[in-house]
């Protein structure tokens, strides 16, 4: 079953925070997040693992509530280029298949 | 390295017409995954590779999507025969060993519009 984001869209003036939320309703392995620009491929921003390990991107934080299968995204002090659509995709059970969620669609602003 | 490469970049067809869409992965990646993205049902995953060896295709639509992946270094999915409605961006992607706990790196996709 696919996870629910929210908010589905977001416009932020350049330096504001963001927050995006992730949401299963089934016991999760990992959280992945990915960015996607218009007209381009997803890319990997970062993994956060049952357990509380994470890997990814430096200036982009994000939380994992194993309890609640919930994930949060953070962007602090948005830049231009923070604009895009951020998916997560979990990863429930021994499989590797990556459920990817509805998507938020961010848009920074001047 | 020169990512995941994907063949053709754009793709347009009639209905009825058979589809092959190509995709190269990463070298030393153990993971292919292929995925359809639309408007409607957003990033969804047709079938995944682990040693070339099919996993989950509980994904593929129908009996008209097939997926190979013959070696390392190369997989093919095959729309035959193809409708409209197939119409979408197919990416492949590709992980090292535990696609669990690594990022998959995606190609740059295939858009695929059927008359």
């Known amino acids: 079953q696919q996870p629910v984001q929210s908010p589905q869209a977001v416009i932020l003036r350049e330096g504001e925070d963001a927050v995006i939320n992730c949401s299963s309703s089934?016991?999760?392995?990992?959280v992945h997040w990915y960015r996607q620009k218009h007209g381009e491929a997803p890319v990997f921003l970062m993994i956060l693992l049952k357990g509380g390990e994470q890997k990814g991107h430096e200036k982009i934080s994000a939380s994992f509530n194993e309890k609640k299968q919930q994930s949060s995204l953070y962007l602090t002090a948005s830049q231009l280029s923070y604009s895009g659509t951020y998916f997560c995709?979990?990863?429930?059970?021994?499989?590797?298949?990556?459920?990817f969620g509805t998507g938020t669609r961010l848009q920074v602003t001047l | 390295d020169a990512g995941v490469i994907q063949s053709p970049r754009h793709e347009v067809t009639e209905m009825g017409q058979e589809v092959t869409l190509r995709c190269k992965p990463i070298s030393g990646h153990d993971y292919l995954f292929w995925y359809r993205q639309t408007m409607m049902r957003g990033l969804e995953l047709l079938i995944y590779?682990?040693?070339?060896?099919?996993?989950?295709d509980s994904g593929m639509p129908e009996d008209r999507f097939s997926a190979k992946m013959p070696n390392a270094s190369f997989s093919t999915l095959k729309i035959q025969p193809s409708e409209p409605r197939d119409s979408a961006v197919y990416f492949c992607a590709s992980s090292l060993a535990s696609g669990r706990s690594n990022e998959q790196f995606f190609g740059p996709g295939t858009r695929l519009t059927v008359l």
């Open positions: 995709g979990t990863i429930t059970g021994t499989a590797s298949k990556l459920t």
């Open positions: 089934k016991a999760l392995y990992s």
């Open positions: 590779f682990n040693n070339n060896v099919p996993i989950d």
